[in-house]
């Protein structure tokens, strides 16, 4: 998904739940993560790429444990980062991977409902075997990027082509409202499993809500 597609759906979904300090650093982790050097070439499960569903929901894991973890030894900036790093993952699944595609096939096509109405984990499409992802062709990627060569790559990019998949923006067509709708409630659920079993104390310390953006680091000198 392109950044500012990352940012606007992390605002719709937790503008109301985070300070404006805790939401600038968690939206900072999350764009970090799409960094040319070190988010996109080599991962991706930082973003659901290449079928990587499995290493992409342990990362997952790993980010949602490294927050809580931080909440609990009093250190919440890091907590923000883990937690932006694991909504980037997140969101990305519902561009990323047939999804939207598959949940919304159970519905005739002249009769589809509206995008804010679907569902962020439906098991039956969680578990289907046509469950896709696409693979990231890195030099036809780059070449489809180039105006000079775009005609000529988008004409040999597969079918499965992360290219020819992606919902990571309008320009993608109807489907990218449904990713968009999914995705900012998806991000609500991940926040509410950060949280789930956490003290009062820890969940108000994530939450920051006294913090304004501008407010000194905190004292854990994250
Ligand atoms: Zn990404």
Avoid at 62 to 76: S, V, Y
Avoid at 110 to 123: F, K, S, V
Avoid at 203 to 221: H, I, T, V
Wanted: net charge neutral.
């Amino acid at each position: 998904m392109l950044k500012g597609y990352h940012r606007l759906i992390t605002e719709r979904a937790l503008s109301t739940r985070l300070g404006p300090r805790p939401l600038k650093i968690v939206i900072a982790a999350n764009l970090h993560q799409d960094h040319l050097l070190t988010g996109q070439i080599g991962h991706p499960e930082f973003h659901f790429d290449d079928n990587a569903f499995a290493a992409s929901a342990a990362y997952m894991e790993t980010q949602r444990e490294q927050a809580r973890w931080a909440l609990q030894k009093n250190r919440p900036s890091l907590a923000w980062q883990a937690f932006g790093r694991l909504v980037h993952a997140a969101q990305d699944f519902y561009a990323h991977s047939n999804y939207v595609s598959l949940w919304l096939a159970r519905f005739p096509a002249d009769a589809l409902p509206p995008a804010e109405t679907i569902e962020p984990c439906d098991d039956a499409v969680l578990t289907s075997p046509a469950l896709r992802s696409g693979r990231v062709y890195y030099f036809l990627e780059i070449a489809s990027l180039l105006p000079l060569s775009r005609a000529w790559a988008l004409r040999r990019l597969p079918p499965d082509s992360h290219a020819r998949m992606n919902l990571d923006s309008p320009e993608r067509g109807p489907l990218f409202a449904y990713a968009v709708e999914a995705a900012v409630k998806r991000t609500v659920l991940e926040y509410e499993r950060v949280l789930d079993g956490l003290s009062a104390a820890q969940a108000r310390l994530f939450e920051g809500l006294g913090q304004s953006s501008g407010s000194a680091p905190d004292s854990s000198n994250d």
